[in-house]
């Protein structure tokens, strides 16, 4: 369980435009909280990694200092004896669409991602851990019947 406060000073940035217009502009104060669970089946022999191993986490983030901008965010990660895992998620934000019809709202979308990891204690020529991953993050647009590319990663380390 965590909670984190950003910006909680309500610190501004102040500057000038090109014409000598003075700005000034408050930083948003973040506050988020989460929790996350950790079950782990019988540990298997000799490798004393669990046989399956979950991770459920959920999230919410509220702008203290601006009623339009709340986010909320869950999800579970699945792994068999520390090798293969399938993880899943939903997220939701509220947003303030500028009183115009053509904005949206709010954004939701589904991630998912899988990896592959070979420890090295599992194998005792190995000298590193091998780790291929690969992550599909939606890229919602704030614009009615706009969509941008999905953004998928792929990592080898």
Do not use: W
């Amino acid at each position: 369980m965590g909670l984190n406060v950003q910006n909680f000073t309500g610190f501004s940035i102040m500057g000038e435009f090109p014409r000598n217009n003075n700005y000034r502009n408050t930083l948003p104060i973040i506050s988020k909280s989460g929790i996350s669970y950790n079950l782990q089946s019988v540990q298997k022999k000799p490798s004393n990694l669990p046989i399956i191993d979950i991770t459920i986490m959920g999230e919410y983030q509220d702008v203290l200092n601006y009623e339009y901008e709340t986010a909320y965010s869950c999800g579970a990660e699945i792994t068999y004896v520390g090798t293969v895992s399938a993880r899943f998620g939903y997220y939701h934000q509220t947003i303030y669409n500028y009183n115009n019809t053509a904005n949206k709202n709010k954004i939701k979308a589904f991630t998912y991602g899988l990896s592959i990891d070979i420890p090295a204690k599992l194998y005792p020529g190995l000298l590193i851990d091998i780790q291929v991953k690969y992550t599909q993050l939606p890229q919602p647009s704030f614009v009615k019947g706009s969509s941008y590319k999905d953004l998928n990663l792929l990592m080898l380390r």
